[in-house]
């Protein structure tokens, strides 16, 4: 009987909870994503604008352009794509925000695959 009245608590704290989405803070400035290749950790250094992104990932460096579709979503699409997989848009979701750093989602624009990540913002 316990369990049955703890039940609906439980789903109405859940249901009161809702994750941090303050986008506007990470629209620009310049950012940290480490993620992993292969086992092994590797970092992506980028700054942001309205408009473009630079990105530097391994000692070379890229710009994208970008079309914010709402607060949390934007569009990137390299400016100066080496090959076809490159001249694929991503689309770029904040999914939450904490502090300094936001969980995003991204994948090519199109598909269903998705993968995430955690950003920190290093300066504005």
């Not at 950012?31 to 530097?56: A, L, M, Q, Y």
């Not at 000692?59 to 390299?78: G, H, Q």
Request: charged share 30%; proline share 2%.
């Amino acid at each position: 009987m316990k369990k049955i009245i703890l039940l609906p608590l439980l789903l109405f704290f859940a249901s009161c909870y809702q994750a941090e989405h303050n986008c506007k803070d990470f629209k620009t400035g310049k950012f940290r994503f480490e993620h992993e290749v292969n086992g092994e950790k590797k970092v992506t250094v980028f700054e942001r604008n309205d408009s473009i992104e630079i990105e530097t990932f391994e000692r070379k460096t890229d710009t994208a352009s970008i079309r914010w579709v709402s607060d949390c979503e934007y569009i990137l699409r390299k400016l100066h794509p080496k090959n076809r997989a490159e001249e694929k848009s991503i689309n770029m979701k904040i999914l939450t925000t904490s502090g300094k750093t936001y969980t995003f989602e991204f994948g090519i624009v199109g598909s269903d695959q998705k993968q995430r990540g955690t950003v920190t913002k290093i300066s504005n």
